[in-house]
C-alpha cells in the first residue's frame, strides 16, 4: 500500500512539473491608458518569448505613478511604462519604486535624451514628443498666429484653447514651455494677457480637440495640441495634405516617456527582454501609428506620412523639481481662475 501511494505521488509530481514546464511565464506591465502596440507584434514577441504579456491601463501617467507608490516594494506589475520626465519628478528615492535594468543602451539612445531622466541605470527613454499649438487651416484666410506674443492681438481674442495644467499632461507641458520661453518673471503676465483675450480653458485634450477646436465643429480655430497631430489627420484621413498645421511658436518642452523594472518584480528575467524589445527596430518603427509619438531610435525608416510630424531640433531644458511644478500649477490657477 505505502509502495503505491508513493508510486501515485511520484507520478502526480512528475505531471505537474511538466504541466509548469509547459505553461507560459506571464510578464505585467502597468501603464496609461495611450499606450498601444500592433497586436502582431505583441504576439511575436509572446510567442518567441513562450511569455504570456498582459497590459494594465491605469489613466494617465500621473495616475499610474499614484499606484506604484502605493504599493511600493509590493508591485502589482513588473514594469511600469509611461513615466515621464515630468512624473519622475514625483519619485523621492527611485531605489525604492525600480531595480536597476542593466541593459547596454548608451549605444542605442542618444545622450541628449537619457540626460532627460538624472539616473538612467532605472528608467528607459522609449519615446517623446513635443505639446504646440494646432490650427484649422481650412477656416481663415489670414495668416495664423507666428508666436507665443502673436496669441495675445486682439485678432485672436476668443479663438484659442488651452487645457487645464493641473489636470491636463499636455495642458501642463504647454504652461512649462511658456515658462521656457518667457522666464520665471514673464509668464504670469503673458498668462494674464491670455485671459484677458478670452483663452478657452478646458479640462484635457479630448475636450479641446473633439469639442472646441473648428476643425471638428467648435468654434475655436487655434488649439494646444501635438506636433504629431497633423500627422495623424494624415494617417487617419489618407491625406497628403492634412487639414491642420502646426506653429512653433518658441521654446518647447519636450516630453520623455520611459519604461522600468518594478522592485519586488518576480519576473525579471523576462522584464529585461521586454525592455530590449521596446528598444527593437520592430517596436521602434510602430511608434508613430500606434501611440503618434517620435521614438528614441535614430535613423529608422518610417511611413511617409509621417513628415507632417516636425522635427524639432532646437530643444530647451529647463530645470525644475516637484515643489516648482506644485508652485507654477498653484500661481496658474489663482491667474485663469473665474
Same mark, same amino acid.
Given at each position: 500500500?505505502?509502495?503505491? #501511494?508513493? /508510486? %501515485? &505521488?511520484?507520478? +502526480?509530481?512528475?505531471?505537474?512539473?511538466?504541466?509548469?514546464?509547459?505553461?507560459?511565464?506571464?510578464?505585467?506591465?502597468?501603464?496609461?491608458?495611450?499606450?498601444?502596440?500592433?497586436?502582431?507584434?505583441?504576439?511575436?514577441?509572446?510567442?518567441?518569448?513562450?511569455?504570456?504579456?498582459?497590459?494594465?491601463?491605469?489613466?494617465?501617467?500621473?495616475?499610474?505613478?499614484?499606484?506604484?507608490?502605493?504599493?511600493?516594494?509590493? !508591485?502589482?506589475?513588473?514594469?511600469?511604462?509611461?513615466?515621464?520626465?515630468?512624473?519622475?519628478?514625483?519619485?523621492?528615492? %527611485?531605489?525604492?519604486?525600480? #531595480?536597476?535594468?542593466?541593459?547596454? #543602451? /548608451?549605444? %542605442?539612445?542618444?545622450?541628449?535624451?537619457?540626460?532627460?531622466?538624472?539616473?538612467?541605470?532605472?528608467?528607459?527613454?522609449?519615446?517623446?514628443? +513635443?505639446?504646440?499649438? *494646432?490650427?484649422?487651416?481650412?477656416?481663415?484666410?489670414?495668416?495664423? !498666429?507666428?508666436?507665443?506674443?502673436?496669441? %495675445?492681438?486682439?485678432?485672436?481674442?476668443?479663438?484659442?484653447?488651452?487645457?487645464?495644467?493641473?489636470?491636463?499632461?499636455?495642458?501642463?507641458?504647454?504652461?512649462?514651455?511658456?515658462?521656457?520661453?518667457?522666464?520665471?518673471?514673464?509668464?504670469?503676465?503673458?498668462?494674464?494677457?491670455?485671459?484677458?483675450?478670452?483663452?478657452?480653458?478646458?479640462?484635457?485634450?479630448?475636450?479641446?480637440?473633439?469639442?472646441? +477646436?473648428?476643425?471638428?465643429?467648435?468654434?475655436?480655430?487655434?488649439?494646444?495640441?501635438?506636433?504629431?497631430?497633423?500627422?495623424?489627420?494624415?494617417?487617419? $484621413? *489618407?491625406?497628403?495634405?492634412?487639414? /491642420?498645421?502646426?506653429?512653433?511658436? $518658441?521654446?518647447?518642452?519636450?516630453?520623455?516617456?520611459?519604461?522600468?523594472?518594478?522592485?519586488?518584480?518576480?519576473?525579471?528575467? *523576462?522584464?529585461?527582454?521586454?525592455?530590449? +524589445?521596446?528598444?527593437?527596430?520592430?517596436?521602434?518603427?510602430?511608434? !508613430?501609428?500606434?501611440?503618434?509619438?517620435?521614438?528614441?531610435?535614430? *535613423?529608422?525608416? &518610417?511611413?511617409?506620412?509621417?513628415?507632417?510630424? !516636425?522635427?524639432? /531640433?532646437?530643444?530647451?531644458k529647463i530645470e525644475f523639481n516637484n515643489q516648482d511644478l506644485q508652485r507654477w500649477i498653484v500661481e496658474w490657477s489663482k491667474i485663469m481662475r473665474y
Amino acid at each position: 500500500m505505502c509502495k503505491f #501511494i508513493l /508510486t %501515485i &505521488l511520484f507520478c +502526480f509530481s512528475v505531471t505537474l512539473v511538466g504541466c509548469q514546464n509547459n505553461s507560459k511565464s506571464v510578464l505585467t506591465m502597468l501603464t496609461h491608458d495611450s499606450f498601444d502596440i500592433k497586436q502582431d507584434i505583441l504576439d511575436d514577441f509572446s510567442k518567441k518569448n513562450n511569455l504570456k504579456v498582459e497590459i494594465i491601463k491605469a489613466g494617465d501617467a500621473n495616475q499610474v505613478l499614484t499606484r506604484v507608490l502605493l504599493n511600493a516594494g509590493n !508591485p502589482e506589475a513588473d514594469l511600469i511604462f509611461g513615466i515621464d520626465n515630468i512624473a519622475y519628478k514625483r519619485i523621492e528615492k %527611485i531605489d525604492e519604486l525600480f #531595480i536597476p535594468h542593466e541593459l547596454e #543602451i /548608451t549605444d %542605442i539612445i542618444s545622450r541628449n535624451i537619457l540626460n532627460e531622466f538624472n539616473d538612467h541605470s532605472y528608467l528607459v527613454p522609449i519615446d517623446y514628443g +513635443f505639446v504646440n499649438i *494646432n490650427y484649422d487651416q481650412a477656416l481663415y484666410n489670414i495668416n495664423p !498666429p507666428a508666436s507665443y506674443d502673436d496669441l %495675445i492681438l486682439n485678432k485672436w481674442n476668443g479663438k484659442f484653447i488651452v487645457l487645464d495644467p493641473s489636470m491636463s499632461s499636455p495642458g501642463l507641458q504647454f504652461l512649462i514651455s511658456t515658462i521656457l520661453h518667457f522666464g520665471e518673471d514673464r509668464w504670469q503676465d503673458y498668462w494674464k494677457a491670455l485671459k484677458k483675450n478670452d483663452v478657452l480653458i478646458v479640462d484635457g485634450w479630448e475636450t479641446g480637440y473633439y469639442t472646441h +477646436f473648428s476643425h471638428n465643429g467648435g468654434n475655436r480655430p487655434l488649439v494646444v495640441s501635438y506636433t504629431t497631430s497633423p500627422a495623424a489627420e494624415a494617417f487617419f $484621413g *489618407n491625406l497628403t495634405d492634412p487639414p /491642420t498645421k502646426n506653429i512653433i511658436p $518658441g521654446k518647447l518642452f519636450r516630453q520623455v516617456e520611459s519604461v522600468g523594472i518594478l522592485k519586488g518584480s518576480r519576473n525579471i528575467v *523576462n522584464a529585461k527582454k521586454f525592455i530590449k +524589445f521596446m528598444l527593437s527596430d520592430k517596436f521602434q518603427k510602430q511608434i !508613430p501609428e500606434t501611440m503618434f509619438v517620435y521614438p528614441v531610435r535614430e *535613423n529608422l525608416k &518610417l511611413p511617409i506620412w509621417w513628415q507632417h510630424a !516636425p522635427q524639432i /531640433t532646437d530643444i530647451s531644458k529647463i530645470e525644475f523639481n516637484n515643489q516648482d511644478l506644485q508652485r507654477w500649477i498653484v500661481e496658474w490657477s489663482k491667474i485663469m481662475r473665474y
